[in-house]
């Protein structure tokens, strides 16, 4: 277990950046996971965690909430809600819809709270470091300001 002070910030980073595997980091002592919020935008590469929700529901019967914004392109958003929801009812998983407005972070961060999700599912950390200096995307502002892993 390693704490997530500035004097381990570079460890966590190293930890994170070269694991092949994905890394759960949680605040504080871990928990028993009922439901998570699975924020997937359909791009080939990040399909591993659709994966990853699809492991978590199927093995350790966690619900799951599919995290869809309303801002952009509403055709594009419902097609990617569309392709998740394919992927995980072909291994026996259903999944509640959860639509957002708003900043990305703050809406990933209210709807995981508003749907009582005590894990949040998320990627792409190739572009996005989780704990870069100055950084402002929206999943390492998620990340950083959501009640749960």
């Known amino acids: 277990m390693i704490d997530r002070s500035p004097s381990n910030e570079?460890?966590?980073?190293?930890?994170?950046?070269?694991?092949?595997?994905?890394?759960?980091?949680?605040p504080g002592p871990a928990q028993e996971l009922k439901r998570a919020l699975l924020v997937y935008d359909g791009v080939r590469r990040q399909r591993r965690r659709c994966n990853i929700a699809t492991y978590l529901a199927s093995r350790h019967k966690?619900?799951?909430?599919?995290?869809?914004?309303?801002?952009?392109?509403?055709?594009?958003?419902?097609?990617?809600?569309?392709?998740?929801?394919?992927?995980?009812?072909?291994?026996?998983?259903?999944?509640?819809?959860?639509?957002?407005?708003g900043p990305i972070a703050a809406a990933i961060r209210d709807s995981a709270v508003e749907a009582q999700c005590d894990l949040i599912i998320?990627?792409?950390?190739?572009?996005?470091?989780?704990?870069?200096p100055n950084e402002f995307s929206g999943r390492t502002s998620a990340r950083q300001r959501a009640p749960c892993p």
């Open 62 to 101: 966690v619900s799951l909430v599919i995290f869809a914004t309303k801002e952009g392109d509403q055709k594009a958003m419902q097609k990617t809600v569309a392709v998740a929801n394919r992927h995980l009812r072909k291994h026996g998983v259903d999944a509640e819809l959860f639509e957002a407005n």
């Open 10 to 26: 570079t460890i966590l980073h190293d930890i994170i950046q070269h694991c092949s595997r994905p890394v759960l980091l949680v």
């Open 122 to 132: 998320t990627g792409g950390y190739s572009y996005y470091p989780v704990f870069a």
